[in-house]
């Protein structure tokens, strides 16, 4: 999160009640913020389950989610946004469709679609373009890969390519890799504290050159099918 700070003992509070009940811990990642974020952090983790990390400079939010991930304990991830508009009440519900999913094979991705999106018109339109042009150039089938809210295993992440803006390509390069992709409904909120860091031409004037780099990705793999002869099973 970057200048998040009115908005992170709301959103912590939040997911401490959705996941009452169950082991979990807290890591946010501050990316480089000159405002409170830093110090609300702090407050946080004297009463939840939080582990505050800081990048000494604005990295993005897709290094935010790579350190977030790095420095987590648990074998599951969730994500989501800082800005309170992701819900965190969806959270049990996605990771129950990720271990439901996972009995058919463990690289699996849950991501959340907004259905609903409580966004600015431009905002919508130019997600629902986007969405479309990168289902039809990556294949990878997902109505929203915009959505903040995503839940998979932390060793598919970890083996996943790094580069920036890498979070807006999470399906593509879990099929690239292998796994398996499924949506779910999620809830979405209009934003009632901070200001946004993005904007619609500087997501449009780097979302060209990370397609063709994401393409580049999908053509250059050619994922091994691996038998094993001759081992015994180890008792």
Known sequence: MRNEGPNVLPLVEEIARALAGTRYEIVCVNDGSDDDTGERLAEAARRFPVRALRHHRACGQSAGVVTGVAAARAPWIA?????????????????????????????????????????????????????????????????????????????????????????????ALVLRHGGRVVSEPVNHRPRTRGKSNYGTLDRLAVSISDMLGVIWLQRRWKRPQVETIGLEEQS
Not at 108 to 114: D, K
């Open 79 to 171: 994500t989501l946004d800082g800005d309170g508009q992701n819900d965190p009440a969806d959270i049990p519900a996605l990771w129950a469709r990720a271990r439901a999913e996972a009995a058919q094979g463990p690289d699996i991705l849950v991501a959340g679609h907004r259905v609903k999106r409580q966004d600015s018109g431009i905002k919508k339109v130019s997600s629902r373009i986007a969405n479309a042009v990168r289902a039809r150039l990556l294949g990878d089938a997902t109505p929203d890969t915009g959505c903040g809210l995503k839940v998979f295993p932390r060793a598919l992440f970890l083996q996943l390519p790094r580069f920036d803006h890498m979070h807006r390509y999470l399906p």
